[in-house]
């Protein structure tokens, strides 16, 4: 139970916020927080704006409180070695009482240890590798889910498909891309398919190498691929599986995970163009009026000429609801001691901040995952086709509005 309370159950408010009493004072204490995202891609630059205006909603709404979250952001460049450093730097330079991120899931197994031993707490929305456990180092939090959360609803996909029951798992050799293969390898078996092939794809392979592994793998009698990647080696693969003449009608099923499809909205329409045919998973965010509101002030902010933000996506809803969270357990922590808030992070204090973390259970902008819906690339756009759940199994498409 108590591994089960750090991940996915670990529920956040976003506009419905019970059982925090204000505090008397007038006094506003600031308080540093970390924050590692890589600022050059979509997703962090997204999530740098939705964090920014979930503190503003935030204390819009509890301007009383007596805490302050106070941002500190940092880019590691989409590399190990920097996310590290800038982690470091912020934990014994800045005294930060707790960072959120970094982006990936390379980046947070090394950032993850540093908080272990400064107890600081690690909070990531995005690093969703299921060998990232929580359960492993008690100051890593996930607020997103793990991985293996989607492999049940890809294999009930593949075992509708009765016809084909070889599956050639395609994966980038990454972290990310390698911790969730004998998850699905386990899922895929429940329901009598085999893996006869596996490729996996380092991030910096060039066009002519990607092509030879398609060739290769073109040459084989399977016909159902499973592409587990992130958008920038997904988008440039099924660019070059078309070329390859294996995205045509009839050749067969393509499948992409969790990590590629709530990422389609930053691919090029080309990459889309190409895609056509594709089946993917993604969790079921049902529509709320907070939800829909959200959602329309980052495409007015999308549209500002110096905005790297190409869309909303799961992830931002994530880092949303993150700093959401993370806000209301300072105050918590804030009102409930004497401690001196502005080194939350250190010793004891930094247990005390993880643990009001870890004991918040409220609804969120994001939702509770359930339910993943199915969807069908067709004509460059996605088109929703069912729904998955362990209740139901897979459904068909509902009258809902989904996110």
Known sequence: MANQKRYLWFIFIVLFSPGIEPSTTKEVIR????????????????????????????????????????????????????????????????NVSAIIGPQSSAEAKFVIELGRRNHVPIISFSATSPSLSPSHSSFFIRTAFSDSAQVEAIAAIVGAYSKWLEVVLIYEDTEYGNSLIPYLVDAFQ??????????????????????????????????????????????????????????????????????????????????MDSMQGVVGVRPY???????????????RFRFRKSSKITGVNLFG???YDTAWALAMAVEKVGIASTVDLASLGSGDRGQNLLEAILDLKFENLSGNLKTFEVFNVIGGKERIIGYWNQKKGLSGTTTKTTF
């Open 285 to 299: 965010i049902p529509m709320s009026k907070e939800l829909e509101d959200f959602v329309l002030r980052m495409k």
């Open 190 to 271: 429940k329901v009598g398919a085999r893996v006869p092939h596996r490729s996996a794809i380092p991030p910096h392979y060039n066009d002519r190498e990607i092509l030879k592994e398609l060739n290769h793998l073109n040459s084989t009698r399977a016909r159902i691929f499973l592409v587990h990647m992130t958008a920038s080696l997904g988008s440039k693969l099924f660019l070059l599986a078309s070329k390859a003449g294996m995205m045509t009608e009839g050749y067969g099923l393509w499948i992409v995970t969790e990590g590629l499809s709530t990422l389609l909205d930053p691919v090029s329409s080309r990459t």
């Open 31 to 94: 308080v540093p927080v970390g924050v590692v995202l890589n600022l050059n891609s979509s997703v962090g630059a997204m999530a740098e704006k939705c964090m920014t205006m979930a503190l503003d909603d935030f204390y819009a709404k509890h301007a009383h409180y007596q805490t302050r979250l106070s941002l500190l952001t940092r880019d590691s460049k989409n590399d190990v070695v920097s996310a590290a450093f800038e982690a470091l730097h912020l934990i014994n330079i800045e």
């Open 317 to 319: 809803l994530w880092a």
